[in-house]
């Protein structure tokens, strides 16, 4: 059974900012315009974030057999139990351009669509139960919530997507930004300027996160991980990176005999310890709470038609979205929140091309 309404949970108990759902609804209908600034008619209409595809791969997604007791809940209640799964590799930045823009690395991202789950759905993806799990090469987002993800956006769409005055307050007084919304503001610099100095060459090779709090269960919260199975490898680029040189290592690397492996890992935590669930700028500190392998993600190879123009539009059909998930696994806090009317507005906007298309 599908609910689209967030189920019951301990966790977001506390009272909402009241501006919070006028905040979302601007931003969602703030989306819409952007991608009708970014994508002018005859163009397709492509999604509001990460819009540039490494490639989309077929892959499983297996619970493992020894996972403990405590820890077979929702998706990962059957040990051995093994699931079909796409999965889409991408960048996170708003518009396809260069993957190595302006010489700075950028947000990367492994979005897995796991088939056929059991149990309630909160949204149903298609018609089908699905769950995803959208993830990015970092353990933190740079926005914390709602309010500031709204500045963002206003501040991309008035500066044909330059961000670059989203940090004026840093340098001059702005009216309207208070002192706790500076101090995020800061937060969010370093960590945009930490992820520019990390280099990703090869996205199979990378460690990934879902970077904010989700259920795990009626009583406690996860946030989860996906780690190549030997460790992440050092990242070296080639000496002149093409345009679309993350798409070329991804299918240099599967046209190969090898299968990819990634272990998926969870933290879990439960009512009295910090949870941060309205920030998504935190992280929980991996030696206090370890991550906890619980499934296996293996990508066969070869696959050899990532680039085929049938295998990109199937690519290019998928719809992703935290909401697409098990009940047990609700997404929590003020971004995910947002995320909902977010994706489902971006998925709206694609379907009928855009405004007046």
């Known amino acids: 059974m599908a609910n689209s309404d ?28 952007l991608q009708d600034m970014r994508y002018p008619a005859p163009a397709r209409v492509l ?16 619970v493992r057999r020894d996972i403990a007791e ?21 960048n996170a930045a708003v518009r396809v351009e260069h993957d190595l823009k302006d010489g700075k690395h950028g947000s990367r991202g492994m979005a897995v669509k796991v088939l056929d789950v059991k149990g309630e759905v909160l949204l149903e993806d298609g018609g089908e139960r699905n769950q995803d799990f959208l993830m990015i090469n970092q353990p933190a987002f740079a926005f914390a919530n709602a309010e500031d993800y709204l500045r963002l956006t206003k501040t991309i769409r008035e500066n044909n997507d330059d961000a670059t005055r989203f940090f004026a307050p840093l340098q001059v ?26 280099p990703v060459a090869n996205p199979l090779e990378v460690r990934y996160f879902g970077a904010a709090p989700f259920l795990f269960g009626a009583n406690r919260v996860m946030r989860f991980s996906a780690e ?38 969870v933290q879990v935590r439960g009512k009295g310890e910090e949870l941060d669930i309205e920030d998504a700028s935190t992280v929980w500190d991996e030696t206090e709470t370890p991550y906890v392998d619980v499934a296996k993600i293996t990508i066969p190879a070869p696959q050899k038609n990532i680039d085929g123009s049938k295998q990109v539009e199937r690519c290019e059909a998928l719809v992703f979205t935290p909401w697409h998930s098990l009940a ?11 995320r909902k009317a977010v ?4 998925e709206a906007h694609r379907a009928v091309g855009g405004k007046d298309r």
Request: with cysteine.
């Open 70 to 90: 405590d820890l077979q809940v929702g998706l990962f209640a059957k040990p051995g139990k093994r699931y079909r799964a796409w999965i889409r590799f991408s």
């Open 328 to 338: 047990d696994h609700q997404p929590l806090g003020s971004i995910n929140r947002l």
């Open 228 to 265: 190549p199975c030997d460790g992440e490898k050092p990242q070296v680029l080639p000496e002149t990176p093409s345009e679309d040189y993350l798409r070329e290592a991804l299918i240099k690397t599967l046209q190969q005999k090898q299968d990819i492996c990634f272990d998926f890992k």
């Open 47 to 62: 999604r509001g974030v990460h819009p540039k595809s490494h490639g989309c791969v077929r892959a499983s997604f297996e």
């Open 343 to 346: 994706y489902l507005a971006s």
């Open 173 to 198: 007084e702005v009216p309207g930004v208070s002192d706790e919304q500076k101090a995020r503001i800061l937060r969010t610099f370093k960590l945009v300027q930490q992820l520019q100095s990390v």
């Open 6 to 33: 967030a189920a019951d949970n301990p966790f977001e108990d506390i009272p909402r900012p009241p501006e919070e759902a006028g905040q979302i609804d601007e931003i969602a209908d703030l989306t819409a315009q």
